[in-house]
């Protein structure tokens, strides 16, 4: 049932007031079939954790709230999946299942592969949109399938590949609006052993936590450590995470900075290219912690901005071109929004 003027305060991770013109919650894929899908919404929502929102949404949100987690046997994958190989558990999750709900319901099964990713925010339907990823794992790591709804088309089941996945991105998130994905179907391994731990600080709370073989519950813990004392419960401070996405750029470059900032950090992407931390990046720029009225940026990680009560989405949309000029002027390096702007400027 499609209602009208509806406050999505409480529905996005900033906190930010704005009025969607129509609101559906989406609880049946059956619905997409009525009138009301003829033509694009101008937002699917999730849980609103990646979304930088102005005062108002023009035209139709829909929000997905598709339940639902099924196992499914050997070969049960629609056609354009990748197959299941012995030792791999296939689950057909709903888009709008939360997302580290499913996490936690991997990890008491023994299952491996989503252990890394525990405590990201969002819905299931919204983690191929930017493939989301976290300490060394990305989602595309363990996607067979998703299923969308394509306007102007109907239900559709979309291979990995078809999604053209890559770092914080897909074809999701370059075309808004095509789709709407309905569930996606995950590939996990049986074997509590095949843990990925070569993102360093996973190693060091390891030790810490006195953990010599690792399972995929051990690797949880130690995310979840690391992520609580380095990011705010948006919660208690409206945040989106990461606001920005870490900058790929010539090697050049980074020899440029490096001469003035001889220990500046780098990750290597191929010979020719090195992705620069953009939390490193603004807190040289002087804007670590910095806050301006109701608006800042994370005094413990500069990549996160913060509500710190009553802002707008218009005061963090200025705040964080100020953060771009700075580091331009001081780097030369630009910094791309990893959040999506709606409606877009
Ligand atoms: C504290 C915090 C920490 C975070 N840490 C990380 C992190 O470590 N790694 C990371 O990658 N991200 C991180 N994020 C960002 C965010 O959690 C992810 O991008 C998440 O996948 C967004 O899910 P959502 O349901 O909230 O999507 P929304 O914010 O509601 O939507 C995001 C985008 O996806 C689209 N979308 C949503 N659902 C669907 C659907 N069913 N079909 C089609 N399009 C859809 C929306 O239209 C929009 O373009 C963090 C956010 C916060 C607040």
Known sequence: MIRHDVQLQKLNTFGLPSVAESYLPLTDVSQLRGDAFKSTPALVLGSGSNLLLRDSVPGLTVHVLLGGVEELGPGGADAGAKKVGKGDVLLRVGGGVDWNQLVRYTLDRGLSGMENLVLIPGTVGASPVQNIGAYGAEVANVI????????????????????????????????????????????????????????????????????????????????????????????????????????????????????????????????AHVKLPAGWLIDRSGLKGAREGPVGTYAKQALVMVNHGGATGADILAFSERVQRAVREKFGVGLEREVRLVPEE
């Open 144 to 271: 067979a399938a998703v299923h969308v709804w394509e306007y102007g088309h109907g239900a559709r089941t979309l291979s990995p590949e078809a999604c053209d996945f890559g770092y914080r991105d897909s074809r999701f998130k370059r075309e808004p609006g095509r789709f709407l994905i309905t569930g996606v179907d995950f590939r996990l391994r049986k074997e509590a052993d095949s843990v990925n731990t070569t993102y360093g600080a996973i190693n060091t709370e390891l030790a810490r936590l006195q953990v010599e073989k690792p399972t995929p519950a051990d690797v949880a813990l130690a995310v979840t450590n690391i992520r609580r004392s380095k990011l705010p419960d948006w919660f208690f401070l409206g945040n989106s995470g990461s606001f920005f996405k870490n900058p790929v750029v010539e090697l050049s470059v980074l020899e440029k900075i490096r001469e003035t900032h001889p220990g500046a950090p780098s990750y290597a992407i191929d010979p």
